[in-house]
């Protein structure tokens, strides 16, 4: 996971190294446990050289292992929901433990916050979008520090449905909130938790409002225009083009098998990269 900024995996980057160079090193521990004399004991009455059940280790003695955090974004109407199910899925047969949530929402507090967020506001007055950046923010510090952190800690995968990318997209790019403030509301709620990977579904905004049942609509579908859900997707792009080392971008256009297809080979990218994440030693061993 990158943790304030680009980087290796803070579970296991040690320093400047990567994971071959400290699987070496983990073969010359494992040679000197082997092969130096330890003095006579009731463990090994023999003396001598000592065989212990060694498994090279591959993280720093108390460190534990990390699960990736990876994030879904796009427009309402992309196919979020049915591509989780199938990515969570594919890592589950690659044996990972895989835990899906989503935002607004995952935890208590967060699905209440969702209701309220949601809700059509008809005859009240428009929700201030900087009210909407802040609780948007809440619900996503509850998450983290609740789920996301635990769950990564525990070293199982995260698969969320949005995250901070959609506050700058909808309040930032739509609304028109400064990208500055929004960081600092984002740092705020992660600490500096940003995802492995983000797969963003780019679909043309009036295909994504078509998908949409009329009676489905949220406050952003039916109290946002066209405009707006425009430079949210321009927004969407324009993150991903400054950040490609962490977003995928798939067309969300094409059939869903294809979407499935096209995520799980981002998704490969990721676990058959050489960062040094304890997820790479199990996808692959
Ligand atoms: P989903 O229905 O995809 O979960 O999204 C809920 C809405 O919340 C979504 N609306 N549309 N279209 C986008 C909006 N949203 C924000 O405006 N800011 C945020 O930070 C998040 C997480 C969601």
């Not at 010359?28 to 003396?47: E, Y």
């Not at 950046?133 to 809440?138: D, E, G, H, I, S």
């Not at 295909?207 to 949210?232: I, Y």
Request: proline share 7%; with cysteine.
């Amino acid at each position: 996971m990158h943790q304030g900024g680009k980087g290796g995996h803070p579970g296991v980057s040690i320093g400047s190294r990567n994971l071959p160079s400290w699987l070496g090193l983990a073969g010359v521990a494992a040679r000197l446990v082997v092969h130096t004399p330890r003095p006579r004991n009731w463990m090994n009455p023999v003396g001598g050289p000592e065989v212990v059940g060694y498994t090279p280790g591959v993280t720093r003695p108390g460190v534990p292992p990390r699960g990736w955090f990876i994030t879904i974004e796009g427009p309402e109407g992309a196919g979020k929901t049915t591509q989780v199910a199938a990515l969570s899925r594919y890592l589950a047969d690659a044996g990972l433990d895989v835990h899906i949530t989503r935002e607004p929402g995952g935890t208590w507090l967060g699905e209440r916050l969702r209701d309220v967020l949601l809700a059509r506001t008809d005859s009240v007055a428009a929700t201030d979008p900087v009210t909407d950046a802040l609780l948007f923010n809440a619900a996503r510090r509850q998450l983290v520090t609740e789920v996301i952190r635990p769950a990564l800690e525990s070293g199982r995968t995260i698969l969320c449905a949005r995250f901070a990318d959609s506050t700058l997209a909808y309040q930032g790019y739509g609304a028109g909130i400064a990208l500055e403030l929004l960081r600092t509301l984002e740092h705020a709620a992660t600490d500096g938790l940003e995802p492995d990977l983000t797969i963003l579904l780019d679909l043309p905004v009036e295909d994504g409002l078509a998908r949409k049942a009329p009676g489905d609509l949220t406050r952003f579908e039916a109290e946002f225009d066209v405009a707006f859900h425009r430079r949210v997707r321009d927004g969407f792009l324009a993150l991903a083009a400054a950040d490609p080392g962490r977003f995928a971008v798939v067309d969300a256009s094409r059939p869903v098998d294809d979407v499935a297809l096209a995520i799980t080979a981002a998704v490969d990218r990721l676990v058959h990269s050489d960062e040094p994440n304890p997820a790479v030693v199990r996808t692959l061993g």
